[in-house]
Each structure stands twice: as C-alpha cells, then as structure tokens.
Nanobody, 119 residues
Framework: QVQLVESGGGLVQPGGSLRLSCAAS????????MGWYRQAPGKQRESVTT???????NYADSVKGRFTISRDNAKNIMYLQMNSLKPEDTAVYYC?????????????WGQGTQVTVSS
C-alpha cells in the first residue's frame, strides 16, 4: 500500500505561481511512476505530468514550459512547480502513484488539492 498526501493548493492570480507537494509513504520501493492529474468542474480527470522511477518526465502540451515536476527521493516527496498560471489551470489537482509488486500494478491517489487561478 502507498499513501499520498497533497498540499500547497490555493488561490492565485493569473500569471502567478504555486508549488504543490505530494508526500508518499508506505511501500515506496514499489512505485514505478508518479504523476499529477487534474480535474476541472464538469470535465474528466486529465494527466498533467508524470515522472518515472528513472527520472523520465512527460508533460501535457497545455502545461509544457510552465509546469515542472520533480522529486526529493530522500524525503519521498514529489513536487509540481506551476508558473505563469492561467484561469484554465483551475482544477483539483491529484497526486498519483503506480506501484508494481511482482506482476501486479496498483494505482494510488491522494485526496486532491484545489488550485484556483482568478483575479
């Protein structure tokens, strides 16, 4: 089992910045990929960015050049640095981890943190 706890959301003006954190605990060594997803009102949850155990990152086109995913392996924390925020970035942001034990893959989700971009 993996537990994920997000923090760092809030209200920010367009053009501003926020940094989200996701603290992982439990079966950390089973995690093969982590990422951030978001869900805006009335829309499906979408992938924002992912990072593999090896450090390979992937970004949605809508956030490339503005968002950066990173992790502190010593602290078991993943970050999402969000710059040049736009109103369309408003959503609940969820931390995700995929664990692999033998041949079984399991997805884990945090509780979500609200990000609101508005003047």
């Amino acid at each position: 089992q993996v537990q994920l706890v997000e923090s760092g959301g809030g209200l920010v003006q367009p053009g501003g910045s926020l940094r989200l954190s996701c603290a992982a605990s439990g079966s950390i060594n089973s995690i093969v990929v982590m990422g951030w997803y978001r869900q805006a009102p009335g829309k499906q949850r979408e992938s924002v960015t992912t990072i593999t155990r090896g450090g390979t990152t992937n970004y949605a086109d809508s956030v490339k050049g503005r968002f950066t995913i990173s992790r502190d392996n010593a602290k078991n924390i993943m970050y999402l640095q969000m710059n040049s925020l736009k109103p369309e970035d408003t959503a609940v942001y969820y931390c995700n981890a995929v664990g692999l034990l033998e041949t079984t893959m399991t997805g884990y989700w945090g509780q979500g943190t609200q990000v609101t971009v508005s003047s």
